[in-house]
């Protein structure tokens, strides 16, 4: 099995510009997590699905940000207008169940807002 | 809120030593579960406790679990120089929810 993927796998964009990353879970894993990491704040969630359906989006800092889940086998985080302190590395993880079990993580997208 | 959080915050050692690193949580948890993250990569599972085990081996690894102190540590024997990374405790608690929260880590160097 490939793993967890994400792309890009490095962004640099300028303030205000969109910005989409995507994810493409572990075949037959039923949920799936955006994660943030930055040193300040450490390893924070952002939205986690689970069949599709996003079950806890409370961790979205704010508007700017939106997460997607079209089919079991892709997910889109994006973030309109990008700025300064969303540069971050954004990680994707799957699993099984509901979660409860463990999580599988891509190599994550390490994002540079100028 | 922050569940789990590790202790210490890094630590540095010799290879052959042994590691200790702690874990403390707030709330009642189903698990409890260790990963590992290199610098620039992603976090990988290294080993799951239950609430209704205390102890936990693999490998060079050896977990225990107190659920009277909340509290967690992770034991890496006979450490490597390839052990030097980011060890991270997670937790989720009873209810439905499927997320895990992750403490900040402890950051391991182990000098050859």
């Known amino acids: 099995d490939a793993g967890v993927i994400q792309s890009p796998r490095h962004e640099v964009t300028e303030m205000g510009q969109e910005v989409t990353l995507r994810c493409k879970p572990i075949s037959g894993h039923n949920s799936l997590f955006w994660y943030r990491q930055t040193m300040m704040r450490g390893l924070e969630l952002l939205i986690y699905f689970n069949n599709n359906v996003p079950i806890d989006d409370s961790g979205m800092p704010e508007d700017r940000f939106s997460a997607k889940m079209p089919n079991a086998s892709f997910s889109t985080l994006k973030i309109q207008p990008s700025e300064p302190r969303d540069s971050a590395v954004y990680f994707c993880?799957?699993?099984?169940?509901?979660?409860?079990?463990?999580?599988?993580f891509g190599p994550g997208t390490r994002l540079l807002v100028l | 809120s922050q569940q789990g959080e590790e202790d210490p915050q890094a630590l540095s050692i010799q290879e052959g030593e042994n590691a200790t690193m702690n874990c403390s949580y707030k709330t009642s948890i189903n698990n409890l579960q260790w990963y590992r993250q290199n610098s620039g990569r992603g976090l990988v599972h290294l080993i799951l406790i239950r609430s209704n085990e205390r102890e936990k081996h693999s490998g060079r690894l050896r977990v225990t679990l107190d659920t009277s102190k909340k509290s967690s540590s992770l034991l890496i024997t006979a450490s490597r120089a390839a052990d030097t990374a980011s060890y991270f405790c997670?937790?989720?608690?009873?209810?439905?929810?499927?997320?895990?929260?992750f403490g900040k880590g402890t950051k391991l160097s182990v000098k050859p």
């Open positions: 993880a799957s699993s099984t169940g509901q979660g409860r079990e463990t999580q599988y």
């Open positions: 997670a937790t989720r608690g009873g209810g439905s929810q499927g997320n895990l929260i």
